[in-house]
């Protein structure tokens, strides 16, 4: 993960420890709230040039190794590890970390390379680099005029060690598109300084914003920053007071429900969804201990999927109604028809390994079956187009097109206790493989019972 451990605004909270808590050195501060710790840093940066220029002095002596500076941005370091992690642990991420801080050791080397080269200018006491066959009327600054390098200094050093070092021949770069102009810069004066080759691809991947329902970029209603982990949190909770609420109306509508079940299994399908695209998956009981894990798994899901479904150049409003909708193109839906999936052919009775075992054919005959089957056998294709253009929401388009056949499919055609069970069975695995396989790509868990 290329955190951001580096540079000015590094600069800027160590001149506020250094203010706040001048015996930092020897008694080091608890920074319990990182987000407040740094916004009051800011203010101070904005308004008082005295305490700017000290900011700035660090950033030079931080990447000089000075032992102060070092410690404090140890701290601060610390911090902000803690808050990741609160991140990492409800998505399950596991991240090796090699932040800009990495590269600093590798920079003058780097930028003595670039000079050799003859790629470097000075102008104003400053070391730029204009790539000759840039469109941008912008350089790159390789080291600013007092001396200290900077993000361009740091992303010429990383992209040098990916692909010199590391042999990478193939660097994504995961970053908002307001970088666009940056990477460009750096990409031309990589390819320049032979840095790569023919095979060799650096590739900016962009990705637009989660907006409000106003249009605007997503905040509180106090105008602030929205944290992921409260975005998880709140769908997580919003579900879990879904799924109580359900499990309440089940248990005192319980001898409704199972009439309705029972003529239910008199239906030619196997049921599943109404003309809404609704899908029903029989509220199970559950312990508390369930209710909070499926709560989680749904919750969290949702989140995801609201931000993978959509064209990642585009710009997308926030909205947890919709999100965390039974209905239409939501993870919600999606995990409901796994776990109907799962209900059928765990009623079925039927041992599927030895199906599997015996090689069972599977037989598409009826329309219903043949749509499902030809969405199944779609998946490598999709995964290829995903790779060519490096857009997850083509998973998303797919994994939801296959769950609408698969619930077509179990509502038009009986799977269970009919001559064609074997082959419907069958048919049941594989879509459960490829729904499986597309939650593993986006990151989803999923649920054999909801």
């Known amino acids: 993960n290329h955190v951001g451990d580096w540079g000015t605004q590094f600069g800027m909270l160590i001149a506020h420890m250094a203010r706040e808590h001048p015996d930092f050195l020897d008694s080091p501060p608890p920074i319990s ?10 203010v101070r940066f904005d308004e008082d040039e ?25 701290i601060v370091c610390e911090a902000s590890r803690n808050e990741f992690s609160k991140v990492y642990k409800r998505l399950h991420i596991e991240l090796d970390e090699v932040g800009e801080s990495f590269y600093n050791p590798y920079i003058p080397a780097v ?55 590391l042999k990478a021949e193939w660097v994504i770069y995961v970053v908002d598109a307001g970088q666009g102009p940056h990477f460009d810069l750096v990409f031309d004066a990589a390819v320049n300084a032979g840095w790569t ?44 007071a879904n799924f109580r609420a359900r499990q309440a109306s089940a248990i005192a509508a319980a001898a409704g429900a199972e009439a309705a079940e029972a003529a239910a299994e008199g239906a030619e399908g196997e049921g599943g969804e109404d003309g809404e695209g609704y899908v029903n998956s029989g509220a199970p009981q559950m312990d508390d201990a369930e209710l909070e894990h499926a709560a989680e798994v749904l ?64 037989k ?7 749509a499902f089957g ?18 997850p929401h083509m998973i998303c388009e797919y994994l939801y097109d296959t769950c609408s056949k698969l619930n077509a499919f179990v ?28 939650f593993e790509l986006l990151g989803m868990d999923w649920l054999e019972r909801i």
């Open 111 to 165: 930028v003595s390379s670039l000079e050799m080269q003859g790629q470097v200018v000075l102008e104003g006491g400053a070391k730029l680099i204009w790539p000759a066959q840039s469109k941008h009327s912008i350089p790159l600054i390789v080291v600013k005029s007092d001396g200290g390098f900077n993000y361009d200094s740091t992303d010429l050093a990383a992209v040098w060690y990916r692909t010199c070092e």
């Open 299 to 362: 919750g969290y899901a949702a989140v995801k999927y609201a931000d993978l479904k959509s064209n990642r150049l585009s710009n997308y409003i926030f909205n947890y109604e919709r999100m965390l909708s039974t209905q239409g193109n939501t993870a919600v839906y999606l995990l409901y028809a796994h776990a109907r999936i799962c209900s059928i052919m765990d009623k079925s009775g039927v041992d599927m390994a030895a199906l599997k075992t015996a090689r069972t054919p599977i």
């Open 197 to 240: 080759t023919l095979n060799t691809r650096l590739q900016h991947v962009q990705f637009g914003l989660v907006c409000g329902e106003d249009g605007k970029r997503f905040r509180t209603r106090s105008g602030e920053v929205v944290r992921l982990v409260d975005l998880l949190d709140e769908a997580k909770s919003r579900m879990l």
């Open 411 to 438: 509502r038009e055609c009986r799977v269970i206790n009919v001559p064609e069970s074997p082959s419907r069975l069958m048919l049941c695995a594989a879509g459960l493989a490829v729904m499986r396989q597309c």
């Open 374 to 391: 030809t969405a199944i056998a779609q998946f490598g294709d999709k995964v290829e187009e995903v790779l060519r253009d490096l857009q």
């Open 364 to 370: 598409l005959e009826h329309p219903a079956e043949v």
């Open 50 to 74: 005295t305490f700017k220029h000290e900011a700035h002095v660090n950033v030079v002596n931080l990447q000089a190794g000075d032992p102060a500076c070092r410690k404090a941005w140890k």
């Open 33 to 42: 709230d990182l987000q407040k710790f740094y916004k009051a840093a800011k």
